[in-house]
């Protein structure tokens, strides 16, 4: 093991100060893992009673890893538990569900009953264009009320939705709706990015100009221009406004598909993934229960794009049916001015926060005078999840923001459908840079190549050994890649094809992808530690470490980092000494690029593997439509060209 890993693993747990201990929640988390220990489904019956159901179960679940179902006789319905269940009670029909802004400044406030009003006219506008239970719906929408509608219109009345993320370019729209086949779209003339339109109508007109079956197409006029309307397109205020009386509320079987969410692809087709009525319902409520501990007057601004799995888990679905008030914004974080993310917390009191790691760090690069201007006195809580946390960023968060506040890391994937091991807000101690341990109903092992569990602090392979309602359910019209994608490798485990290790505490470290585990001179390591020991060097703001080909060692690490204006001219020089310093003489990098900023999605995760193809080729081979700023990743391919052609003629 490298003395960097030995390091990472030996931070202290720290207990939670005094004012961040919610002890209502040591009672029930108390409660909920006794249930656990006793039995996993013990506690997802829990669970499932703090919904409301239009007919019981008669099974709590039945099979294992490839054909389980969850509360099997039962039915449900998802929007009926999100919205119309706090609309009817006379405590909360008035409440704030939604709190949107636009990136312009214009912004709306929408109780639980206007909600469940715009939810029921729109679903039954769906209806009336021939819209039916199982027919896929695609939803083309930046961060907007409408998106809130929209999906929970698509719940209401049993179709089936799918997000296509705004920042989408038109062939990676053009192909998940070729995949998914959707009898409607629901689509925003333009969103607002950086003070530009980015014309998400015009990139779906032409996306869906070779299907074979025309979608209608619902027009929300976000800029408020007026759009022309073509043939098939029908505008949704006009749509909405038609509808006198809400669509009835459909009966759901619990196992029945309630949404499709397509894995980002490089060269292999995305995947849609398949998820659950019952089984994300009641999974995302216990997910925002336990991650972000929902309490009386919290306003929560989950920081993401509506495109992201997390935006639905946390806010749509999670966040709703724990009857919280959701801050909606649509637009960039720094943009107009690097105190627009400060601003937005004030002005809508903002009490909870959950946001990608690459957030943090922004904030962290944007210096202590902004901090200090915007002293935050609400906010008491940020969780992160998305991306591998930093310890250095972990901690400056703990320590800085808002004067300091408990700050929980939290993992999971588009297929586990909700984030399942982090520690329980107000509960359990914290430890810079980890993933806590699992929450009640979900267990876990780290495993060799031949699925045998590793000692304690021993890296290997992370895999789930027990079904739990929120684990996808299928690959959409594919269930054989469903099967031989997560449960070929390890039989009887669902492979999430990450690496990971157990500290001694028990807590879990997720080193990243098993695909970013690098072999360098026949010694494994993952790019996550490398990452940690460039990113505690002085003056480094953000790392990110990718795998280049090798002759002789096998693979060498290459560095792209991002640093403070202030860095001292040999910075790179610390960077190239202090890696094997830490991890080993065979950790030496091949190179390190200083770039001026590092190519993101529109939800703040980098994107490594287009760093991987520049590094070694020189350009990008795999899909770049979910970066939000391509002129980043050009400059990044011009930078290294230039640095290799210098090499060259050096040598």
Not at 179 to 196: L, T
Not at 363 to 388: C, D, F, M, S, Y
Not at 401 to 416: C, F, R
Request: proline share 6%.
């Amino acid at each position: 093991m490298s003395d960097n890993l030995s390091e990472m693993l030996a931070a202290p747990l720290l207990p939670l100060r005094e004012e961040w201990v919610a002890p209502d929640y040591q009672e029930e988390a108390a409660h909920a893992r006794a249930l656990h220990d006793e039995d996993p489904d013990l506690y997802w019956e829990w669970v499932a009673k703090q919904h409301r159901w239009q007919r019981p179960w008669s099974t709590l679940r039945t099979g294992g890893f490839g054909d389980f179902e969850y509360y099997v006789g039962g039915r449900i319905n998802v929007a009926d538990n999100c919205v119309d269940r706090w609309a009817e009670d006379p405590q909360t029909r008035d409440k704030p569900a939604v709190i949107w802004e636009g990136e312009p400044g214009d912004s709306r406030t929408v109780t639980y009953a206007e909600l469940a009003d715009e939810v029921g006219r729109f679903a039954a506008g769906l209806s009336s264009v021939g819209v039916r239970r199982g027919d896929i719906v695609a939803i083309y929408l930046p961060n907007t009320v409408e998106a809130f509608v929209a999906i929970h219109a698509c719940n209401r009345i049993g179709a089936i939705y799918t997000i296509l993320f705004s920042g989408f370019s038109e062939e990676a729209v053009r192909s998940r709706l070729a995949q998914a086949e959707p009898k409607a779209v629901v689509v925003a003339d333009a969103s607002y990015r950086r003070g530009h339109e980015v014309p998400l109508l015009d990139t779906l007109r032409a996306a869906r100009a070779d299907l074979v079956e025309q979608p209608v197409t619902i027009v929300f006029d976000r800029t408020g221009h007026g759009v022309a309307l073509t043939d098939g397109e029908v505008d949704y205020a006009e749509l909405l406004a038609q509808q006198t009386v809400s669509a009835p509320m459909a009966q759901m079987d619990p196992n029945e598909p309630a949404f499709l969410i397509f894995t980002s692809g490089t060269t292999a087709k995305p995947k849609g993934v398949v998820h659950s009525v019952g089984g994300f319902l009641v999974g995302t409520w216990a997910n925002a229960h336990w991650q972000v501990g929902p309490q009386d007057r919290d306003v929560y601004w989950v920081a993401a794009d509506v495109g992201w799995l997390t935006f639905p888990i946390q806010a749509v679905i999670g966040g709703l049916a724990n009857g919280m008030t959701i801050v909606c914004y649509e637009g960039a974080l720094d943009a107009p001015t690097n105190e627009r993310f400060y601003q937005i917390c004030e002005k809508h009191a903002v009490t909870k926060l959950l946001a990608a790691p690459t957030v943090l760090r922004m904030l962290r690069g944007l210096g202590e005078e902004i901090n200090h201007a915007h002293p935050l006195p609400l906010l008491k809580l940020v969780t992160a999840q998305g991306e591998p946390l930093d310890s250095e960023t972990f901690t400056w968060t703990n320590e800085h923001l808002s004067g300091g506040l408990p700050v929980i890391n939290a993992y999971g994937q588009t297929e586990t459908g909700s984030t399942w091991t982090y520690p329980i807000y107000g509960v359990d101690p914290l430890k810079a840079g980890s993933a806590g341990t699992p929450v009640p109903g979900h267990t876990c092992a780290v495993v060799d190549d031949e699925g045998q569990p590793v000692p304690v602090g021993v890296k290997g392979n992370l895999v789930i050994t027990r079904p739990f309602p929120t684990l996808a359910r299928s690959v959409w019209k594919d269930p054989d890649r469903y099967k031989e994608t997560y449960f070929a490798r390890f039989p009887g485990a669902y492979a999430t094809s990450d690496e990971a290790v157990i500290d001694p505490d028990g807590h879990l470290w997720v080193l990243g992808r098993s695909d970013d585990v690098i072999n360098v001179a026949a010694h494994r390591i993952s790019t996550m530690e490398i990452e940690e020991a460039v990113g505690g060097v002085p003056d480094v703001l953000e790392a990110a470490v990718v795998g280049v080909s090798h002759a002789t060692k096998g693979t060498v690490p290459v560095a792209f980092v991002r640093l403070t204006q202030d860095a001292p001219s040999d910075t790179v020089d610390t960077i190239t000494k202090t890696v094997p310093q830490q991890l080993g003489k065979y950790v030496q990098l091949g190179a390190v690029y200083v770039v001026d900023a590092l190519p993101r999605t529109r939800t703040g995760k980098t994107v490594r593997r287009l760093l991987r193809d520049v590094a070694t080729d020189g350009r990008p081979s795999g899909d770049t439509s979910a970066v939000e700023d391509i002129a980043v990743l050009d400059r990044i391919v011009e930078l290294v060209s230039r640095a290799k052609q210098n090499s060259g003629a050096q040598g």
